[in-house]
C-alpha cells in the first residue's frame, strides 16, 4: 500500500525533491515528472550517468543528503528511494515540517495505475523486454508513457511522457513494491531468489510473484515463460492462466530454427498457437533475447498491434544500455559491458558471448551487495569458473552495511578450489584495467560485469589497449 504522506494531488503542479536522483529507476521517475510540469530536484551520493541526464533537462541535483536541501528546494513532496533509511535526517526534518514523503513506488504507481498499463517484472531480463515491449508500442504510434529501469539505446533515456492510454514500465520486486501496480498487461520474464535482504526464501519470492500477477485489473492479461520452473511453481500455486512464450511450438507463442549470427545477432522462426508466422532478425545477441522477444510480440498483439508492425520494430531494436553493450575494441581485442549481477544473469550473458565470439573470455566482476555475495558466492563461482580468466573487484556495497567475513575473496577461493588458476581480486579499477590489459592477447574479449558503478571501466580498459600500456 502506498504511504499515507503520499496521499496528494501529483496532477498539480508542484515542488518535489528526489533523494537517490542518480539511480536508474529515480532518474527515470524524475524525467516523467518533469515532463508533466513539476518543479524537480534531487540529491545523490555520488555523481553517475543518470546525474548528468536529469541535469541537462534542467533539474538541480546536489550531491549528499541534507535537511539544507529542504531550505535550499522548498520542496513540497520528497520522494526518496528504499535504500534511505526512513529514520534519515532529511526525511525527518521534512516530517517536522509536515512536507509529503513518500517512496518512488507510491509515485510511480499512481501515474501508472491511471493509464492501461504494460507492467514487466522478472528477477532477470525485465530492463531489456519492457525496451522491447516499449519500442514496439512507439513504432506503431501508441506514444506510450515510459519508465525503464536502465536507459533506451532507441530513444536515448529511460523515461518518457506520452500522450497515448498506454504505459509501459519496468516493475522492480527488490522491495515488495511491485505489488502497488495494476497492470492491464501483466509480464513475468522469470522468477529466481534474488534480493536476499528482503525475500528469507525462494518461495517467498514465488509468493509475491503470485500476488502481483493476481493485483492485474480486471479482465486483465497475463504473459509468462513456460520455460521457467519459478514461473511454473507460481502457477501452480496461484492458479493464474497465462499467454505463455517459450521454445519450440507448444506455447502461446514459440521460437525454432535459432542461428547466431556471426559478429552478433540471432534469427529464428516465430510462432504463434503452434503454427510458424515468420522469420525473425534480431539485432541483438543471446537465446534469452529472443523469449524476451516473445514476449514483446504477445504484448503487442494484446494491444491490437499487427504482427509486422512488431516485428518491424524488434528487428530495429538496438539494446537497452548495459545490457551486453559494446564498448569498443583495441587491437583485436573485444571489449563489452553487461548489468548482470545474478549468477543466472552472467551465465545467459556468457553464453551469449561465446556463442557470437568464441575467443578466450576475461571478465572483470564487480559484486553487488554483501548479502547476494554471502548467499551465492559458491554460484557466482560456478558460472565465472567458465571463463579464462577472471579479475574480481570489491564489492559494490548499494548502501548495505559491510558483513564481517564477506568480500571478494570468498568467491576467489571458490574458483581456486575449481582448479581456475587465472583468477584474482584486484584492490581498484585501474589494477584490474593493467591486470586484464597485461593478460589479453589479440583474438580475446574482455566482458565487465556488475550492477555497481564498474559501467566506466570498460572505456578505461579501451584507452589503455590503444595505449599500448
Same mark, same amino acid.
Given at each position: 500500500?502506498?504511504?499515507?504522506? &503520499?496521499?496528494? =494531488?501529483?496532477?498539480?503542479? /508542484?515542488?518535489?525533491?528526489?533523494?537517490? @536522483? *542518480?539511480?536508474?529507476?529515480?532518474? !527515470?521517475?524524475?524525467?516523467?515528472?518533469?515532463?508533466?510540469?513539476?518543479?524537480?530536484?534531487?540529491?545523490?551520493?555520488?555523481?553517475?550517468?543518470?546525474?548528468?541526464?536529469?541535469?541537462?533537462?534542467?533539474?538541480?541535483?546536489?550531491?549528499?543528503?541534507?535537511?539544507?536541501?529542504?531550505?535550499?528546494?522548498?520542496?513540497?513532496?520528497?520522494?526518496?528511494?528504499?535504500?534511505?533509511?526512513?529514520?534519515?535526517?532529511?526525511?525527518?526534518?521534512?516530517?517536522?515540517?509536515?512536507?509529503?514523503?513518500?517512496?518512488?513506488?507510491?509515485?510511480?504507481?499512481?501515474?501508472?495505475?491511471?493509464?492501461?498499463?504494460?507492467?514487466?517484472?522478472?528477477?532477470?531480463?525485465?530492463?531489456?523486454?519492457?525496451?522491447?515491449?516499449?519500442?514496439?508500442?512507439?513504432? &506503431?504510434?501508441? =506514444?506510450?508513457?515510459?519508465? /525503464?529501469?536502465?536507459?533506451?539505446?532507441? @530513444? *536515448?533515456?529511460?523515461?518518457?511522457? !506520452?500522450?497515448?492510454?498506454?504505459?509501459?514500465?519496468?516493475?522492480?520486486?527488490?522491495?515488495?513494491?511491485?505489488?502497488?501496480?495494476?497492470?492491464?498487461?501483466?509480464?513475468?520474464?522469470?522468477?529466481?531468489?534474488?534480493?536476499?535482504?528482503?525475500?528469507?526464501?525462494?518461495?517467498?519470492?514465488?509468493?509475491?510473484?503470485?500476488?502481483?500477477?493476481?493485483?492485474?485489473?480486471?479482465?486483465?492479461?497475463?504473459?509468462?515463460?513456460?520455460?521457467?520452473?519459478?514461473?511454473?511453481?507460481?502457477?501452480?500455486?496461484?492458479?493464474?492462466?497465462?499467454?505463455?512464450?517459450?521454445?519450440?511450438?507448444?506455447?502461446?507463442?514459440?521460437?525454432?530454427?535459432?542461428?547466431?549470427?556471426?559478429?552478433?545477432?540471432?534469427?529464428?522462426?516465430?510462432?504463434?498457437?503452434?503454427?510458424?508466422?515468420?522469420?525473425?532478425?534480431?539485432?541483438?545477441?543471446?537465446?534469452?533475447?529472443?523469449?524476451?522477444?516473445?514476449?514483446?510480440?504477445?504484448?503487442?498483439?494484446?494491444?491490437?498491434?499487427?504482427?509486422?508492425?512488431?516485428?518491424?520494430?524488434?528487428?530495429?531494436?538496438?539494446?537497452?544500455?548495459?545490457?551486453?553493450?559494446?564498448?569498443?575494441?583495441?587491437?583485436?581485442?573485444?571489449?563489452?559491458?553487461?548489468?548482470?549481477?545474478?549468477?543466472?544473469?552472467?551465465?545467459?550473458?556468457?553464453?551469449?558471448?561465446?556463442?557470437?565470439?568464441?575467443?578466450?573470455?576475461?571478465?572483470?566482476?564487480?559484486?553487488?551487495?554483501?548479502?547476494?555475495?554471502?548467499?551465492?558466492?559458491?554460484?557466482?563461482?560456478?558460472?565465472?569458473?567458465?571463463?579464462?580468466?577472471?579479475?574480481?573487484?570489491?564489492?559494490?556495497?548499494?548502501?548495505?552495511?559491510?558483513?564481517?567475513?564477506?568480500?571478494?575473496?570468498?568467491?576467489?577461493?571458490?574458483?581456486?578450489?575449481?582448479?581456475?588458476?587465472?583468477?584474482?581480486?584486484?584492490?581498484?579499477?585501474?589494477?584490474?584495467?593493467?591486470?586484464?590489459?597485461?593478460?589479453?592477447?589479440?583474438?580475446?574479449?574482455?566482458?565487465?560485469?556488475?550492477?555497481?558503478?564498474?559501467?566506466?571501466?570498460?572505456?578505461?580498459?579501451?584507452?589503455?589497449?590503444?595505449?599500448?600500456?
Amino acid at each position: 500500500m502506498a504511504s499515507a504522506d &503520499a496521499v496528494m =494531488d501529483i496532477n498539480s503542479r /508542484i515542488n518535489i525533491h528526489l533523494m537517490g @536522483i *542518480g539511480g536508474a529507476g529515480m532518474s !527515470g521517475l524524475a524525467l516523467l515528472l518533469c515532463a508533466m510540469g513539476h518543479s524537480v530536484s534531487g540529491c545523490d551520493t555520488e555523481e553517475t550517468f543518470y546525474v548528468g541526464k536529469v541535469r541537462s533537462d534542467g533539474m538541480k541535483v546536489s550531491m549528499g543528503h541534507h535537511r539544507t536541501h529542504l531550505d535550499e528546494y522548498a520542496p513540497q513532496l520528497i520522494i526518496h528511494t528504499s535504500a534511505i533509511a526512513v529514520d534519515h535526517p532529511e526525511l525527518i526534518e521534512a516530517r517536522k515540517r509536515e512536507i509529503k514523503v513518500a517512496r518512488r513506488a507510491d509515485i510511480l504507481s499512481t501515474i501508472f495505475n491511471a493509464k492501461r498499463g504494460v507492467g514487466i517484472a522478472g528477477t532477470h531480463g525485465k530492463t531489456t523486454t519492457s525496451s522491447m515491449t516499449a519500442l514496439v508500442a512507439e513504432f &506503431a504510434g501508441l =506514444d506510450p508513457t515510459v519508465a /525503464i529501469g536502465g536507459e533506451m539505446s532507441d @530513444i *536515448g533515456r529511460n523515461a518518457k511522457l !506520452g500522450k497515448g492510454e498506454y504505459m509501459v514500465a519496468e516493475l522492480d520486486e527488490s522491495d515488495g513494491s511491485f505489488e502497488m501496480f495494476s497492470p492491464e498487461i501483466a509480464i513475468v520474464t522469470n522468477i529466481d531468489w534474488d534480493h536476499v535482504d528482503y525475500y528469507p526464501t525462494c518461495d517467498s519470492v514465488v509468493e509475491a510473484f503470485g500476488r502481483f500477477a493476481e493485483g492485474r485489473k480486471p479482465g486483465g492479461h497475463l504473459i509468462a515463460c513456460g520455460e521457467d520452473p519459478g514461473i511454473r511453481a507460481m502457477l501452480r500455486k496461484s492458479g493464474e492462466k497465462a499467454v505463455m512464450y517459450g521454445w519450440g511450438i507448444g506455447w502461446d507463442w514459440g521460437a525454432t530454427g535459432v542461428t547466431h549470427i556471426s559478429g552478433g545477432g540471432v534469427k529464428y522462426a516465430v510462432c504463434r498457437r503452434g503454427k510458424k508466422i515468420d522469420e525473425v532478425c534480431l539485432g541483438v545477441s543471446g537465446e534469452h533475447n529472443i523469449l524476451n522477444s516473445l514476449a514483446a510480440f504477445a504484448a503487442g498483439e494484446l494491444m491490437d498491434i499487427p504482427f509486422e508492425s512488431s516485428r518491424g520494430s524488434l528487428q530495429r531494436f538496438n539494446g537497452a544500455k548495459r545490457r551486453l553493450q559494446y564498448v569498443g575494441e583495441s587491437r583485436d581485442v573485444l571489449v563489452y559491458d553487461d548489468y548482470g549481477h545474478h549468477p543466472r544473469e552472467i551465465a545467459v550473458t556468457m553464453r551469449a558471448v561465446l556463442s557470437v565470439f568464441p575467443r578466450k573470455l576475461h571478465i572483470v566482476f564487480q559484486p553487488h551487495r554483501y548479502t547476494r555475495t554471502q548467499a551465492l558466492y559458491r554460484d557466482f563461482a560456478s558460472v565465472l569458473g567458465g571463463a579464462h580468466a577472471v579479475y574480481l573487484l570489491p564489492i559494490f556495497s548499494a548502501d548495505e552495511t559491510p558483513i564481517p567475513g564477506v568480500s571478494s575473496f570468498m568467491i576467489l577461493d571458490e574458483l581456486h578450489a575449481q582448479g581456475l588458476k587465472d583468477a584474482v581480486v584486484c584492490g581498484d579499477f585501474q589494477e584490474a584495467a593493467e591486470q586484464v590489459c597485461s593478460a589479453v592477447k589479440p583474438g580475446d574479449i574482455i566482458l565487465t560485469v556488475g550492477a555497481g558503478n564498474i559501467e566506466s571501466l570498460g572505456g578505461q580498459i579501451v584507452k589503455r589497449l590503444e595505449a599500448g600500456v
